[in-house]
């Protein structure tokens, strides 16, 4: 069954580093998406991306982070310059269009420490 | 903007007994809404999920229910069993938009 992947599993940087985090979607799938969650806290929503272009964002996706599909196959997040604040897990997910275009599926996630 | 509720935020129950999670949210317009279930060091996968057109769906051991007037929707596992022990988080859509709102999470206990 195909699934979304993403790499590292794990991130450790210092604050004020740069980090990008990798995902790579399910092949057919054609919108993306990341998530965060902050330890013991609910699950949000960062950014949804489609046609290569960010097709909606929250109030959390500032300057500091950006998106990008480098190629056919990967979808990135970047993070400029890490804040303390920016600890979380981090989820790609992807859904196709059309009819069943809701039915989000997620990574496993990048566990991100910023020290 | 969606604000999702759900409760309890832990559940322990025997084997073999149903499990109820329940949901309320904000936005009478949202009109899907999935359940996910998240093993420990592995990403929210989805299980089911309802569109407001529809009241109730099962699948095999788990349903849901929505009643769009209360604004809430529930999950039910019956039978349960040890490898239903996991965290659950329930979501809404609203029309238009990309971005799932989750609830807070329920820690389901099935002990053997």
């Known amino acids: 069954e195909p699934e979304v992947t993403q790499t590292p599993s794990h991130q450790v940087t210092q604050m004020g580093q740069e980090v990008i985090l990798r995902c790579v979607p399910i092949?057919?799938?054609?919108?993306f998406y990341w998530y965060r969650q902050i330890l013991g806290q609910k699950v949000e929503f960062l950014v949804s991306?489609?046609?290569?272009?960010?097709?909606?964002k929250s109030e959390i996706f500032d300057d500091q982070f950006s998106v990008e599909r480098p190629d056919g196959s990967n979808f990135t997040l970047k993070i400029r310059s890490t804040k303390l604040e920016d600890s979380a897990m981090y989820f790609c997910?992807?859904?196709?269009?059309?009819?069943?275009?809701?039915?989000?599926?997620f990574g496993p996630g990048t566990r991100l420490t910023v020290t | 903007g969606e604000n999702v509720e759900q409760h309890p935020s832990t559940l322990s129950v025997q084997e073999g007994d149903s499990a109820v999670i329940k949901c309320t949210y904000s936005?009478?317009?949202?009109?899907?809404f999935p359940w996910y279930k998240q093993e420990l060091g592995k990403g929210p996968q989805l299980i089911i999920d309802?569109?407001?057109?529809?009241g109730e769906k099962k699948d095999q051991r788990i349903a849901v229910t929505l009643n769009k007037t209360a604004k809430h929707f529930s999950l039910h596992i019956t039978e349960t069993q040890p490898e239903d022990s996991a965290v659950y988080f329930c979501?809404?859509?609203?029309?238009?938009?990309?971005?799932?709102?989750f609830g807070s999470g329920t820690r389901l206990q099935v002990q053997p």
């Open positions: 991306f489609y046609n290569n272009e960010i097709s909606e």
């Open positions: 936005d009478s317009a949202s009109n899907y």
């Open positions: 309802i569109r407001s057109n529809v």
């Open positions: 997910a992807s859904s196709v269009t059309g009819a069943n275009g809701h039915e989000q599926y």
């Open positions: 979501a809404a859509l609203s029309p238009g938009r990309r971005a799932l709102t």
């Open positions: 092949s057919n799938h054609l919108y």
